[in-house]
């Protein structure tokens, strides 16, 4: 059964692109399934450095799984995923991920600082020490999402939002190049997806490379310059205004999609 | 006698148990910390139990070898190689078949456990003479060890701890996001390994102190308890260590001071003290504290109702209000406010009026999360923030 898979996936796709050496995060080929019905089929992907690009797909289209996939948290059937030329587990010091709604248990003893430290443990190694330096670079990242105020909280004890700021600020003490991940938004408010997306374009004017799964169309044209269409085969890719369209959410979304969601009825407002 | 015990009064031998227990509970409490976070207790539980079969089957082997069967180091090598297949049992029987893990534990926990008796069972009816006192390793029992057995138990715990020191971020970061751990580059299965591997060693090194049975008390008891008095997994791995230590310490002395006190029960009962002193007393998550929090917090909710009733010329009609404001000075015990009363009554008001500006306003979004309806904004904000704000409010004639 793999075996087909894989030969399918092998086939069915067409020459990839050849600039996977210079891309900040390139995929090709990626084919990963958690039983007999493959979840990503055969994905290219291509993101240049100092993008900002969203992955955009309905429920269940493998956004998740594709990121995972990437960065080895997945074994997939067939494809391999690079970042800045290198295979992902050879560059993952540049890599800062931040997972979907991460599940984790909120009674557990941690607090902001905590989490936002573990974002350092590239740095700090086994024995290193959490020295003045990186401590520095933790409060800086809590700063950053405006949950200075919060830092010795435990972590049970913040709202969804502010969690989710957290987890964000966990990526943002690495220090990284690029950036994944995976609903940023999901379940924070307006005045705190507006500081969030504040500080990604932060990120990019630093030159650094932001990939986003994100849900609301009525805000791609104005967070993002470039998107990924998947509902398990990549719909469509390019620059917003390009791969952007009625035609192609159509075609990722199915005829589940009320005609004012679609890009032509945004623009129109 | 206690007393002697406690201080490591009680000779050479003795005091190295002590010491040797004391060890093996700092071990096994920082040990358990991350088995606790981890969430994996119960898989602790059916490794121990898996230990008894080969506890007698590397008696038998030694005796049918024409060794004596009863030297620790052959015993504990056998119970560590049933252990370790236990674990596998459980990790295959979760993974490939459609048990869950808890059915799993209790499948190989008892099948193992069962086997184990029949072999104690036949040990005893073949070897009359040789009465191994394999039983011992059922509850643990100090009573005539070995220095060298005791030497053994402290310096495998040693071991452990060291070991723990150097993979505690990665074993941490795991048990916290297993994908996040994994995106950062830990090694989620190895560490997972390493991890039940310590397990396994504090199991089969607490064998002869602390016994089978009840080995995985030690390795939880001491991490919950710990739980109550911090939030960060750093002190709560250290605190579950100094538990674990004095549980060891305090019950081997206990157990020495009668010659058929089994060692682990004692061991276990001083762990569950600390634990229900820790559940009282600590601050913060202790049931004392969190009552005197509860209590103080209800008079302050009562307290700022009343006033802002007497703002608003409402009649109070809550007792308990009633009582506390006739307590402070503020109402006469029928509701009617004093002059100390209006005052506050103003003050109350006013500091609602304040909070009500400061919490539309996005730019003072740090202070507004701190609003209760309890807190006065002076300790929140500065007076200049303050005088700032009440620039802002429409009606200054209010302030009277
Ligand atoms: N651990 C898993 N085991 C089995 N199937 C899975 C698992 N995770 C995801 N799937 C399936 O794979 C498909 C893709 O899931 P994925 O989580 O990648 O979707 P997604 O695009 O991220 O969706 P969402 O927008 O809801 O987050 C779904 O059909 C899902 O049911
Ligand atoms: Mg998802």
Request: charged letters at 20%; hydrophobic letters at 55%.
């Amino acid at each position: 059964m793999a075996a087909e898979l894989q030969l399918a996936a092998a086939e069915g796709r067409r020459v990839a692109p050849g600039d996977a050496e210079t891309a900040a995060f390139a995929v090709r080929g990626m084919t990963v399934s958690y039983g007999p019905k493959p979840a990503v089929f055969s994905v290219d992907m291509t993101v240049p450095e100092g993008s900002m690009t969203a992955v955009i797909g309905p429920n269940g289209a493998g956004k998740s799984t594709l990121l995972k996939a990437a960065l080895g948290l997945q074994t997939p059937l067939a494809g391999r995923a690079t970042a800045f030329g290198q295979p992902v587990t050879d560059v993952r010091d540049r890599i800062a991920y931040v997972p979907q709604r991460a599940s984790v248990d909120w009674g557990f003893p941690t607090r902001v600082i905590d989490v936002v430290a573990m974002g350092l443990y590239r740095e700090m190694g086994l024995l290193g020490r959490f020295g003045a330096r990186l401590k520095a670079r933790a409060a800086d990242a809590i700063a950053r999402v405006g949950m200075a105020e919060f830092a010795d909280r435990q972590i049970g004890q913040l709202s969804g939002g502010q969690q989710q700021r957290v987890f964000l600020a966990r990526a943002l003490a690495q220090d990284a190049d690029l950036y994944l991940l995976d609903e940023p938004f999901a379940g924070v408010d307006a005045a705190t997806e507006k500081a969030i997306i504040a500080v990604l374009k932060e990120l990019k004017a630093r030159g650094k490379t932001v990939v986003a799964v994100h849900h609301d169309l009525s805000t791609v044209t104005e967070y993002f310059d470039r998107v990924v269409l998947l509902n398990v085969r990549k719909i469509a890719e390019g620059a917003v205004g390009e791969a952007f369209t009625a035609d192609t959410l159509r075609a990722a979304y199915g005829g589940r999609l009320a005609a004012a969601d679609l890009p032509g009825a945004v623009h129109a407002i | 006698m206690l007393f002697e015990a406690l201080t490591l009064g009680l000779g050479y031998n003795a005091s190295l148990v002590t010491l040797g227990a004391a060890a093996l509970g700092m071990a096994a409490g920082v040990t358990g910390t991350f088995l606790y976070l981890r969430k994996r207790a119960l898989v602790s539980d059916a490794i121990s139990h898996a230990t008894l079969p080969g506890i007698a089957a590397a008696f038998m082997l030694a005796v049918a070898l024409g060794g004596d069967g009863r030297g620790l180091p052959v015993l504990l090598l056998g119970s560590a190689v049933s252990a370790a297949l236990g674990l596998l049992a459980v990790q295959w029987l979760a993974s490939r078949t459609r048990l869950t893990e808890d059915a799993a534990i209790g499948a190989v926990l008892s099948v193992f456990f069962g086997f184990g008796v029949v072999l104690l069972t036949v040990i005893q009816t073949l070897s009359t003479g040789r009465q191994a006192g394999l039983e011992d390793f059922l509850l643990g029992a100090t009573a005539g060890m070995l220095r060298s057995e005791a030497l053994l138990i402290a310096v495998g715990g040693l071991v452990t701890l060291a070991i723990v020191v150097v993979l505690r971020r990665p074993m941490l970061m795991t048990a916290f996001d297993p994908s996040h751990a994994s995106a950062m580059g830990v090694n989620l299965t190895r560490t997972d390994i390493a991890m039940m591997g310590l397990v396994m060693a504090v199991t089969v090194v607490g064998l002869k102190i602390v016994g089978l049975i009840l080995i995985v008390a030690l390795l939880i008891i001491p991490p919950v308890a710990a739980r109550f008095w911090s939030d960060r997994a750093d002190r709560v791995v250290l605190l579950a260590g100094v538990v674990g230590g004095v549980a060891g310490w305090v019950g081997a002395a206990f157990s020495a001071t009668a010659a058929d006190l089994p060692t682990g029960p004692m061991i276990v009962l001083a762990a569950f003290a600390l634990f229900c002193l820790s559940f009282l007393l600590a601050p913060g998550r202790g049931l004392m504290a969190a009552a005197l929090r509860a209590a103080s917090f209800r008079t302050r909710v009562h307290l700022r109702q009343g006033l802002l009733a007497i703002a608003n010329d409402q009649p109070i009609y809550e007792t308990l209000t009633l009582r506390l404001l006739a307590r402070r000075g503020l109402a006469l015990p029928d509701g009617v406010p004093t002059e100390a009363g209006r005052a506050a009554a103003a003050r109350a008001r006013l500091d609602e009026e304040r909070w009500a500006i400061v919490r539309a306003d996005p730019s003072l979004e740090l202070a507004a999360a701190r609003y209760d309806g309890l807190t006065p904004l002076e300790d929140v904000l500065t007076v200049d923030q303050i005088s700032e704000i009440d620039a802002r409010r429409p009606a200054p004639e209010a302030l009277a």
